[in-house]
């Protein structure tokens, strides 16, 4: 044990128990998100854009719904430069998802951000996956979410050499009741 883990040990974000980026049993309780369109966010099947709402199918994966509170836990560690939670959480998803070979055999891109701590984050998830041997056309973009004016097009080089395309963010933010739409 490094003498920094010992005098700062890593402790859950929620209930604060010394060991975990997040402890077992407040991971229990963080809600997964149900597989949506990234564009318009209401339910689609196997996470795929719908027709009406983008020209290109693009599969949109996410993690966890993230509350209120676990936002501003996430943005305090995110700005401290502390990504073991992020790491964590990337790792689970991935292995939740079974993409790991799909991964391997892709491109991977951070999603771009306006907010200098979030390019960080999500710069520093997409080197987390060593894919460099990779030749094919399937596109991956990665983050922890996705900005509130995201736009696919942002990549516009990359969409048109791209055989498929795949975003995987780690959270959705909670909205207000009144705003989900479901069917």
Known sequence: MSLIAYLFPRQCILCSKVGYDICPDCFKSLIRTL???FVCKKL????????KCSDTHIQYFTGWYMSKEVEKIVEKKRT?????LH???????IKKLNIEEE???SKI???LSKNSSIEKINN???????NSNSSNDKLFLIGESLPKNFSVEQRGPLLKK????????????IQSKDSHHYY
């Not at 790491?87 to 998803?93: D, F, P, V």
């Not at 520093?124 to 060593?130: A, G, N, Q, S, V």
């Open 87 to 93: 790491e964590y959480l990337l790792k689970i998803l």
């Open 124 to 130: 520093h998830l997409t080197k987390l996956i060593d």
């Open 80 to 84: 401290s430069g502390v990504y073991s």
């Open 109 to 111: 891109y951070p999603i």
């Open 35 to 37: 597989p949506s369109c």
């Open 103 to 105: 991964l391997l055999d």
């Open 162 to 173: 791209s055989s498929r395309i795949t975003i995987l963010c780690l959270f959705e933010s």
């Open 44 to 51: 689609s099947h196997n996470s795929w854009s719908h027709n």
